[in-house]
Structures are given as C-alpha cells and as structure tokens.
C-alpha cells in the first residue's frame, strides 16, 4: 500500500513541478500568477491525496476490528469515531478533488484568455514582492539560455517520470505492454 500510494504521488508532483519550473524560469524569473495557479492545484491535489489515504487506513482498520465483540463501551464509541472520520475525510477529499478539477480548469481558461497577461502577473510581484518587480518589454538582447534549459529540464522530468510510471504499473499488473 506504501507504494501504491506514493507512487501516484510523485508522478503527480513531477508534472505539476515541471510546469511550474516552466512558468517559474521564464522571463521575469520568479513566482507569478501562473506558477502560483499550479502550486495551488500540486497542493490541493496532495491534499485530496492526503485525505483518502488516511480515510483508506482508518477504513481498514475500522473493518479489521468490527468483527471483535466491543466488550467496552470505549471500543465501541472510538469504532463509531473512526468510521465516521473516514467517511468524513473520505467525502471532503472527493469534494476538494472537485474543487480542484475546476480550479485547473478555471487556471487554464483565465491562461489561456489572457488574463494572466498583465504587468502584475508578467513581472513576477508575487515572488520579488513590489518594490523588485519588473517588467521585460523588449526582448531583443535577452539571454535566454537559463530558460530553455528550465524548458529541457521540465519536459525531461516530466516525460521521464510520465514513461516511468507508465512503465512501473505494466510491471504490476503483469500485462504485456502493447
């Protein structure tokens, strides 16, 4: 189970944070509207991941132990506490997964519709704070080499990790890949 749920994890972490490296190392280098847009879904989505883990573990141990006679009303009251805590954490991880399913989608309509194109979120003022934002209007003489690389680096990773996976679930399920 320890891999079955960590494994999900880091391929989802991987092409969040390819994307934000993207957004993150393109000119004004910093943190902006958009690579704030993918930090806030890689981390409702660990939230979410978070809740149905942990609603799974309880789940499983509620079960385990309801066959037992509850000899003690303590053991019953904190069975009935469990259970209700995975179905509480269970249900609010499917509502905040909803929720997140529009922000992403939301993220991707104000991108884009060219929302995020402005001096606000152009000049990285989230990450360099007011007084050191700027904004690059000309780009005639911009070296670009660390931000092609971040673009090479993120695609890599995310490929790399993406065809990994992939990969490690064919050797799970003992299917042949086609």
Do not use: E
């Not at 469990?82 to 929720?99: D, M, N, Y």
């Not at 690389?149 to 993120?154: C, F, Q």
Request: charged share 5%.
């Amino acid at each position: 189970m320890f891999v079955a749920s960590l494994l999900p994890l880091a391929l989802q972490w991987a092409t969040t944070g390819a994307a934000v490296l993207v957004v993150y190392f393109t000119p004004a280098v910093g943190l902006g509207c958009r690579s704030l847009g993918y930090i806030i879904y890689g981390a409702l989505a660990t939230m979410v991941w978070a809740m149905l883990v942990t609603s799974s573990i309880i789940s499983h141990y509620t079960y385990s132990y309801s066959g037992r006679s509850s000899w003690s009303p303590f053991f019953s009251i904190s069975m009935r506490l469990a259970k209700a805590l995975s179905t509480l954490l269970r249900w609010g991880g499917k509502f905040l997964a909803i929720v997140n399913a529009i922000w992403v989608v939301t993220a991707g309509m104000l991108q884009f519709a060219g929302i995020y194109d402005n001096c606000y979120c152009n000049s990285s003022v989230l990450g360099r704070g007011v007084q050191h934002a700027y904004d690059i209007v000309v780009t005639d003489d911009l070296g670009l080499g660390l931000t092609k690389a971040a673009w090479w680096g993120a695609l890599a990773l995310a490929c790399f990790t993406s065809l990994g996976f992939i990969f490690l679930m064919s050797l799970l399920t003992d299917l042949v890949p086609m």
